[in-house]
């Protein structure tokens, strides 16, 4: 059972006058009125999407927004791509070919619904804000108001004086794939290959050995791994 969705905007504003970001803004705290088990921020940098706001204690959403990234399609990066939402009440539902990698995936697997709302800076996409849940069904209406001003208000946080705590060098946001990074660029040193090469290259390793990313990616760069196997 969901809190009043009403509360949002509460919480938008408690973060938003507190000085902390997005730090002060609790990512539980915003499912549950939503009706949601877990919430997600992703903002888009040079090597796609950044996990960057999360609750540590939900894997479930954190592996499922891991598998797109890994993958590179999904209800996340179909937002991101056509700066509108995608609302999926059952994954099981949705048609193989619309999501070809994906939906095998996490067929056996947690959440069941998914719905991704782009974060939008006028006609900049910033990235896209992605709830979970492992019951199927769709959003009510209030609660789909909700998440949409749940992402105009993150939007807000982040670009006002309130919010530049995020954005500073000495407090940025949490980058949720560092270790990928780093083994991206241990890969491009070690292989001579780009730096996106490099990242397609680990992503593929990952995929096709069924591993998680991050896994794969904290080999490389405590040099378990360095991925130029013939197998891969």
């Keep these: 059972m969901s809190a009043d969705s009403s509360d949002i905007p509460a919480l938008l504003t408690a973060a938003t006058h507190s000085g902390h970001g997005l730090s002060a803004l609790a ?81 056996h697997s947690p959440p069941r619904a998914v719905h991704a709302v782009p974060v939008n800076l006028g006609a900049t996409r910033l990235g896209a804000l992605t709830g979970h849940r492992a019951a199927p069904g769709p959003l009510t209406r209030p609660q789909m108001s909700s998440l949409l001003a749940l992402a105009e208000g993150t939007v807000t946080i982040l670009t006002t004086p309130e919010g530049i705590h995020d954005m500073r060098a000495d407090q940025p946001l949490p980058l949720h794939r560092a270790v990928v990074h780093q083994a991206t660029g241990a890969l491009t040193v070690h292989l001579g290959v780009p730096l996106d090469q490099a990242l397609i290259r680990l992503r593929a390793y990952a995929f096709t050995h069924n591993r998680p990313l991050h896994d794969v990616a904290h080999d490389v760069v405590h040099r378990y791994a360095t991925l130029d196997m013939p197998s891969c």
């Excluded at 997600?40 to 891991?66: Q, R």
């Excluded at 209800?75 to 070919?97: K, S």
């Design 27 to 107: 990512p539980a705290s915003c499912a549950h009125v939503l009706g949601l088990d877990s919430i997600t921020l992703c903002l888009m940098n040079t090597s796609g999407l950044e996990l960057v706001w999360y609750d540590p204690s939900h894997t479930a959403g954190i592996a499922f927004e891991d598998l797109e990234f890994t993958l590179g399609e999904g209800p996340t990066h179909d937002t991101v791509r056509t700066g509108e939402p995608v609302l999926v009440p059952d994954l099981h539902t949705v048609p193989e070919e619309r999501w070809p990698a994906l939906l095998p995936a996490a067929r």
